[in-house]
Every structure is written in C-alpha cells, then in structure tokens.
C-alpha cells in the first residue's frame, strides 16, 4: 500500500506553517496516517521554520530521525505546524507566523509552545502529531485543546533533527485524541539512533492495557497548592477518585524541590537556548545577512530584525546567567537545584509507580492575556519538573472547567512510559464506560 | 633577564572521519565545502557524535608524556561568534580535560637535559577556514571542509627559556606525535601554535597565529627582541595578544580585534561524560624517538649524532633499519649526510625513497663496485627519476648504462699520462715539492673519469707515473 | 539588580541588537526575573556533573558527505564553492 494523501484543510485556527497538499505514503504500521509535524522538528525538502522569521525559507537536507521513522512506518507527512518562536512560550502567540487559536474557543490560546500540533488534532484535521516538549511543551497544549500528549523518558526518542532549544531537556513525543493513538505513534518513533549520543536503546514497543490494579499513585501536594486554580485541582482530583475506582491506590508524596523548580528551568532553558540560538546568524541558513558589513554587526542587526521579543529576551537572560561573574549564582546553582528535583523524584518513586496532578495550573487564556514574562514562565510550573527530571510524562483530558479542557498529567519512573500510557488509558476508558 | 615560554599547541589528529561526524578528513585535495555534513555545517538539528578514535590517539600522547588521565572529563561549549564558527560555539574540553600533568625531555641551550612540564591536553573540533576578499566590498569566503577536524590541544607550563628551546620543544614533540602515528606533520596546517612570553618580571605576551613550527623560533626571537629593547628603553611591556606575520616575520597587536572574551563555558548537553583512564594501562606504546635513539647507538654502533639525526622522523627511522643490517655505519653515513640533503634539496619526503633501490646502491658502495662520487650521481638519478613519477631503475643498471663502474689504476694509466702529458707545469711543480699540485692533476683525471675512480687510488698511480718519469 | 548598562553589554555578548528604546523594558523585565531567581540562592552543596550516557563513541568509518550543492543550498549567499559571509578584518 502506498500512494499520496491530499491535504487541504481549512485551518481557521492557524495551526500550520506549512501544509502539504499531496503527501506521499507507503505502507506500514501508520499507512496513509496523516501526522502533523511541529516546526521545528526537520523534515528534508519541507521548509523549517522554528516558528522564527530568521528560518524563512530553510529547507533541511534531511529527515529527522522520527520523521524517517515516520515516513517508513507508512505516515504521510502532511504539514508542519505553527509553535512558539523556538518553542519559546506557552501560547503559540510568540509565533512568528501568528498566534494559533485554540479549537475548543478560538478567543483562547492553545497552549504551546506545541500549540499549532495539539489545534491541528483537536480541530480533527489530522489524527495525529508530533510536538517536542522542554518545559511542558506538549502537555500544556495537550490539556488547554483536550488532546492527549506525552513528553517521553529524556534520551527514549532520537533528538537527531530536533532544532534544539534547551537540549537537556527536551523530546520529541506523539500528541493525538486517544491514548492508543499516542501510544501508537510512541512506537514507531522510539527506536534508538546512534546519532544522539543521549540516548538509550530503549525502544518502546507496547499496547494500552486498561489492567491496573494494584497501581500506586502518588499524589503531590505541590501540584495541588497555590497558583492552581481550585476548580482545575477538583477535576483533577476527580480523576483519580477514576483511577482509584480502578484498582489502584493512592499515596501521599511530596517533591520539595518544586520550589526551586521553575526558578531551575529558566535558567538551564536560556542557559542552553543561549548556545543553541547563537548559530542563526544568515550565513549558512535563513534569510540572507548583510556581507557589506563587520560580522558583529551584520550578526546584531539581522539578529535583531528576524528574532521576536521572547527570543531575544531569553538569550540575553540565558547569556548573563553563563557570564562571567554570575554563572556560579544561576548557572551551577540551577544544576544543583535540579539535580535535587531528580532526587526528590526518585525517592517518591520507590513508594509509588506513577504521580499524579493537573498538567496545567488553569485552564486556557484568553489570547493576549499574559504578556508579561514572569507570569508566562509561571504556567510552566506543573510541567518543568519532569523535564528537569527527564521522566516521561502524559497529559490526558479530564472534563471542562466553563467548557475549557482540563488535563490530567501521569509522571512515572524513566523509561516507564508504559505504565503512564496505561494508567492514562485506564482512565480515558474507565470514563468513557 | 629570563626568557620565559610557555607553549599551546593544536594538533590535528590523524583520524579518518571528522571529531563529531562522518565526514573524511582527507580535504586538502578538495574544492570548498565538499567535506561537510549537517553536524560540521551546524545544520539546526544535527547532533554531535564522539569520534573513539580521537580519544584513543589523545590516550596515546596522555600516557607517551606520562600524563595522568582523568578519571571523568568532558565536553564543554565554548561561546563565541566568528564566521567560520558554524554552531557559534566550539565543542572543547574546558574544566575536565582528557589528561593533564605530563612531561618531555628535551636538551636546554647548553645541551643539558631539561624537563618541560605539560599543563593538560585536551580534543576540541578545528574551525572552517576564512578567506579574506579584500578591495572595494570586504567580505569573507567561508570553506567549512576543516570544521569539526579533531584536535588535541597541548598546554606547556611556562618552562622553556629560549626561543631556540621552544624550537626543540617543539622539534621533539612533533617527533613524539609521529612516532605515535597521531599526526601527520606534512599536512599543511597540521600544527598550529600559540606562545605565551615574557622577559621575567614583565607583562606576558600572547603570540598567537603561528602556523609552522618553524615560524616559532622566528617569532618568539622576534618577540624577545622587542620585549628587551622596550625594557632597555625604559618602557614597559604591554599584557597584549599579539599577531605572527609569517611573511614579514614580525609580530603585530592585536590591539582593537580582540575584545575581552567572556566564552561562556558550560557542559556540552548533547555529549555525555568520558570515563577511559582505565584503558591507559593496556595501551603499547610504541617504541619513542629517546629510546630509539639509543637503541640505534648500541644495536648499530652508529654515533650520537647519526642516531638523533635519523630517529628525528619515524620513517627515516624505519627507512635507515631497512637499509642498515650489511653495513649500519655506511648506511648511517648515506642516510643521514648525504640522502637527507639530496631530498631537502628536491623538497621530497623520505616516503617517496625505494629502500630496496638504496640497499642495493649501498650494497655496491660496500663492495667497492662503484666510488662514493659515483654513489652519489647514481642516487642523483634515482630521486631525480623518484621526484619525476618515472619508475627507479635499479642502481646496477644506472651504473651499467652510464658506464659508472669503478675504474682501476690499470685501466686509467692511459688517461693519467695524457693528462700528465698537457700539464707539464703542474708535474715540475710536483716534482718541486708543491703538494698542490698533486690534487691538481687528480683533479683532471677524476673529470676526465667522471668520478669512476678512487681519488686516493688515484694519487698513487699519479704519484708512480710522474716518478717513473714518463714525461 | 542590572543595569541599562549591564543590558548592553549582555546584548553585545549575545550579538542579539538592541534598541535604546528597547533597553529600559528589556532592563526592568530582567530585574523581576532575576528577583523570581532569588530562590536559587538557598540552594546549598554543589552540583555534581551532570552525567549522562558516558562513552558514546562513533567508530572512525567515514560516511558520505552532503555534494558541494546540498551544502550551498540553504546559504543566503556564495561565491565559487565559498560560503559568503561579513568581513572580519
């Protein structure tokens, strides 16, 4: 089986950058699947933006390793989709292609930085995408558009053609409307690539069981606390009385560390971003830079005209935090807070098999709500930690607050995603029962 | 005054494929930007990945100058912004280097053996090369074929006093690499070095831009020069990086091009941790040019300086025991005073020799077939014919068809009367005691011979024909 | 606390141009950042390396380049197999 897709969706919501109106396919376990891709995940002779005016008009030479995995499981590779500038916020508003507009109400944001992937499934354009998540990437979009998103175990999934933002953190993972389809999509792309020296050859190769009697559960307080909006805790909460029902049960812990948590994720994300950011400079890619002048010069100014406001704020803030003088205050202390999150982590996970909490602290914003940057870093709270911990991490919805999805997020222990998948699936057919 | 140096030096490893990627290493022959994948273009995506080799050669030098190797080093980002920079930062080793603590025997000005004391060593990836277009619009050509090479980089403690020490220094550890089949001194730009000097008590000096190992001695001379004559003057040195101008010989300040870095290190992400000091013990070392040496002294006879001389390279080193077994003294002689002109005089490597060819020339040197002027145009012919592409007959052959073969005093008799004969004045002279004027008409005959016979045997038969008193 | 001034030079380091009118705001929403960062203060100890997969070697095989073609591709300008780029001296 093979052959081309045609694809020419009414994307009222701005979810793409690129569509592809005829995709090709061949056979396989996702035979003429379309999949929606991020953009910043690169795909050979399909323009990559990164969601930034300073990629316009880069077509990669090559696949990344998920895509090829993609494409060799029969998926047909039907468009690229809009994100956060370099997956830099919350929204998909630092787009600069425009802001995506979420599905469920289009007054609202759809989360990100993977918004336009999560919109893309939760409008029914497409069944399945790809997002990459560094600080909740997938998971925010996943719980603010109800779709269902998993960041996988740090080094389960090849980052080879993942245009790197903060790259301790991040993944690649599958977004869909149901667990088995994100299930499904985990394993075709979970295959080991030696090109990322960061990865384990643990391949993910499962179905969803809904048999999980016995499941430990942890429940943080932390995630239940301040800044979370009641109602969003309630639902939650609700959720896993579900869980419970199902034969599992549940323990308190707790992760001290969250309190230094997204304090530690901006500074080892813009740390990062600030190294990974420094190579756009309009000489090998991207829109042209000005060769009549000195190279600081012509790098500043092209810089500054092609990289939007959050971008350039975050490598700035990322290069004063390795700079002379403060790395030792930010920099070293951000590794030893996280390196205590991970401990945190591990320790509750000698007395339960998955934790549970709300993915995000509310429900989705209205669209230009929050501009001011501590406020958005702050959606980050709920998220940031299992990327700190390079645990996998699923959202999966569980019911509205005023008709906006809520999502249930499900951490569990490295490598443990299919324990995560199935307490997630557990519950999304114990519900639908 | 002391002079104090201290060395950097970069050394591109001889691996097959890149530091980080795939991409062959064999460049030099190639057009811009033909050796180049998405990892050394820095392609947004791509991802490093560690070449084992490179840290087995790094393993090699960390244990030939007995360094210790750590435990657990690492790969650092080095941050800054340069055209032939392709991810804006350089993947390099900063805190954890692969070894540090090592040393390398050399001879100090008065010929004593010194220590020069080795910081660390550490790999790094080689930048792309920058062309400077100058005229009305400057730009840059940017060629990034040499992105991602692997290089070692080796830190000397400040412990040369000379720059004819540094030169040694350097002498000897090129050596060193070449015995260890690391590094290829004849690929150009294989060896570049940064010097750190001072005349002691003043401000240090950076000298960086040093592409040849010869420049060094050059420019830290140069160097030294200045720095002394300011302080004669009554100025003072300033703490400046400054640039080798290998053309004009001198150094200039960098003053102006080079801001206050600020490189920002911090853990490479994309690479994890190396832990291999376990590994030093298993690993051989081959034999090094020190011991080599005096094993060429005791195994051949041969004298110290034939020994330091032909140990200098690993290949004339191999090249000499090929050709040395029937007789080691006269192959020492050919080798190492003779040959290695004849090549330095062609610009040829001691590769390009056929031992077997020289063995066999040498094989007719011993059995006095031929005389040593009759060797050395035979040798003549056979580099000349090496240099040109064109097969190396065999020396017998040569000496056969060029007529080269030792002539005896018999068969020369003829000619050295004819000569006697033309120069009547050169015999009364003789004759009246000039000793000169003995050479003189040996001279005649050996051109007359073409150098087939032996200048002493000559003599002789001069000497009898002349008292005989056949004129 | 930084400063307008500290802003500039951060900006210089980071090649990322800057606009005086740009600096104020950049400034300010840096201080209530580093104010939320205040937290990492009372984080005590050092932090271990990071760690990570330790020994992810590659063999020493070569493998094949992009042509001379692919790898001009996306640059904005070329010269003669050269990728054009700003001067430097």
Redesign the interface.
């Known amino acids: 089986m093979a052959g081309t897709l045609d694809f020419s969706p009414d994307d009222r919501y701005n979810a793409f950058i690129t569509t592809c109106s005829t995709a090709p396919f061949s056979g396989g376990a996702l035979a003429g699947i379309a999949v929606a891709v991020k953009d910043n995940i690169s795909t050979a002779g399909i323009e990559t933006t990164c969601g930034s005016r300073i990629l316009e ?3 990669p ?1 090559y696949d990344a390793y998920v895509v090829e995995l993609l494409r060799r499981e029969g998926a047909a590779i039907v468009g690229k989709t809009n994100m956060d500038e370099f997956g830099m916020g919350s929204t998909t508003e630092t787009s600069a292609f425009g802001p995506t507009k979420n599905p469920v109400d289009p007054s609202r944001v759809p989360g990100g930085s993977s918004g336009g992937s999560a919109a893309a499934v939760a409008a029914g354009l497409v069944p399945m995408a790809l997002g990459s998540d560094t600080g909740g990437s997938i998971r925010c979009p996943a719980a603010f558009c109800g779709v269902v998103g998993l960041k996988p175990t740090y ?1 389960r999934v090849s980052r080879y053609g993942l245009i790197a933002y903060a790259s ?1 953190l991040e993944q690649v993972g599958p977004m869909a409307r149901t667990v088995e389809d994100v299930s499904r999509v985990m394993s075709v792309i979970a295959r080991y690539d ?1 090109r990322d ?4 050859d643990r391949p993910y190769d499962h179905r969803p069981s809904a048999d999980i009697g016995g499941l430990r559960v942890g429940i943080p307080g932390e995630y239940f606390g301040e800044g979370v909006d009641p109602r969003v805790a309630k639902k939650v909460r609700d959720a896993i009385g579900v869980i419970e029902d199902l034969g599992a049960s549940t323990v308190p812990v707790s992760i001290p560390g969250m ?2 948590a ?3 994720y ?2 080892i994300c813009t740390a990062e971003a ?1 190294s990974n950011i ?1 190579r756009f ?21 092209i ?3 092609k ?1 939007g406001p959050e971008v ?2 975050r ?3 990322g ?2 935090a390795l ?1 002379a003088g403060y790395a030792g ?2 920099y ?9 999150i991970r401990q945190d982590f591990e320790r509750a996970f000698r007395d339960v098999d998955v934790i549970a909490g709300p993915t995000m602290p509310t429900v989705a914003f209205p669209l230009g709500e929050r501009t ?3 406020s958005m ?1 702050l959606s980050d709270i709920l998220t940031a930690p299992a990327n700190l911990a390079g645990i996998p991490a699923i959202s999966v919805p569980c019911g509205r607050v005023d008709g906006l999805p809520v999502g249930l997020q499900l951490m569990g222990r490295q490598f443990e995603e299919e324990r995560i998948i199935d307490a997630a699936y557990a519950y999304e057919q114990g519900v639908k029962a | 005054m002391k002079t104090i140096v201290g060395l950097e030096i970069h050394v591109q490893l001889a ?3 890149k530091l980080f ?4 290493t064999d460049y030099r022959d190639d ?8 990892i050394c ?1 820095g ?1 947004p995506g791509s991802l490093p ?7 087995e050669y790094g393993l090699l030098v960390a244990k030939a100058l007995d360094m210790r190797v750590l435990e ?1 080093s ?1 790969f650092a980002r080095k941050n800054y ?3 032939d920079l392709a991810k804006a930062y350089q993947i390099t080793q900063s805190d ?1 280097p692969l070894a540090v603590e090592g040393t390398v025997e050399i001879e100090d000005d008065e010929g004593h053996e010194k220590i020069v004391r080795i910081t660390r060593v550490h790999l790094e990836e080689d930048p792309g090369r ?5 005229g009305a619009s ?7 074929n040499r992105s991602g090479i692997p290089l070692l980089e080796i830190v000397t403690e400040p412990d040369m006093r000379s720059p004819q020490e540094a030169r040694r220094f350097l002498n000897k550890l090129r050596t060193i690499l070449e015995y260890l089949g690391v590094f290829d001194g004849e690929r150009e730009g294989a060896l570049r070095v940064d010097a750190n000097i001072s005349i002691e008590g003043s401000a240090r000096v950076e000298v960086k831009n040093i592409s040849s190992y010869k420049g060094v001695e050059k420019a830290l001379t140069f160097e030294a020069t200045r720095q002394r004559n300011l302080l004669r003057r009554g100025q003072t040195v300033a703490r400046e990086t400054r640039h080798f101008m290998e053309g004009r010989g001198i150094t200039t300040s960098a003053r102006g091009k080079e801001e206050a870095h ?1 490189y ?1 290190y911090f ?1 490479d ?1 994309d ?6 000091a376990d590994r030093v013990a298993a690993i051989d070392l081959p034999e090094l040019p020190t011991a080599r040496k005096n094993r060429f002294m005791a195994q051949y006879g041969i004298s110290l300086n034939h020994a330091r001389t032909l140990t200098g390279d690993p290949r004339l080193a191999d090249f000499y025991e090929h050709v040395a077994p029937a007789d080691p003294i006269l192959a020492a002689t050919w080798a190492a005073d003779i040959l290695l002109g004849e090549l330095n005089y062609r610009n040829m490597s001691i590769a390009a020799v056929p031992a077997d060819r020289i063995r066999e020339l040498l094989a007719l040197l011993r059995a006095e077939t031929i005389t040593d002027a009759a060797g050395v145009q035979v040798l003549r012919e056979m580099l000349d014919a090496c240099a040109a592409g064109r097969p190396c007959e065999k020396p017998a052959d040569i000496v056969k068809r060029e007529g080269l073969a030792r002539a005896t005093g018999d068969d020369f008799v003829a000619i050295v009367q004819a000569v006697i004969a033309s120069n009547p004045q050169a015999v009364e002279d003789y004759r009246a005691g000039k000793k000169g004027a003995l050479n003189f008409i040996v001279g005649q005959v050996m051109k007359e011979t073409r150098g087939r016979a032996d200048p002493r045997e000559l003599g002789r038969i001069v000497s009898e024909c002349i008292e005989k008193g056949g004129v | 606390m ?1 400063t307008e001034s ?2 500039e030079h ?10 005086r009118d740009e600096v104020p705001e ?1 400034t300010r ?2 201080n ?2 580093l104010e ?33 073609e ?8 070329t ?11």
């Not at chain 3, 010269?79 to 001296?89: N, S, T, Y």
Request: hydrophobic share 40%; aromatic share 10%.
């Open positions: 008009g880069y077509i030479p080094g301790s030696p020296a960061t990865m384990f309190r230094y997204l304090a530690a901006y500074v600030s420094a400079d309009g000489v090998r890619y991207g829109p042209a830079v000005d060769t009549r002048k000195s190279w600081h010069e012509a790098y500043q100014d810089r500054q005209e990289l350039r704020r490598v700035m803030l290069t004063f700079s205050r930010y070293a202390k951000a590794l030893g807070a996280r390196q205590k001011d940057p501590v870093y | 691996t097959a494929t990627c795939g991409c062959s057009g811009p930007n033909t050796h180049c994948c998405p273009l392609l990945r560690l070449n084992r080799k490179a840290v657990e690492d912004f340069y055209p954890r920058l062309v400077h277009v100058a400057k730009y840059s050509l940017v060629d990034y600020d920002r853990p992400p690479l994890g941790p190396i832990r291999v | 930084v500290d802003i951060i900006a210089e380091l980071a090649d990322i141009g800057i606009s950049f929403q840096f209530a950042i939320y960062f205040e937290i990492l203060d009372t984080v005590e100890g050092e932090s271990a390396p990071a760690g990570g997969i330790t020994n992810a070697f590659r063999d020493d095989e070569p493998r094949p380049c992009l042509s001379q692919a790898a001009l591709a996306n640059a904005g300008s010269e003669d197999g050269f990728i054009k780029a700003p001067r430097v001296m």
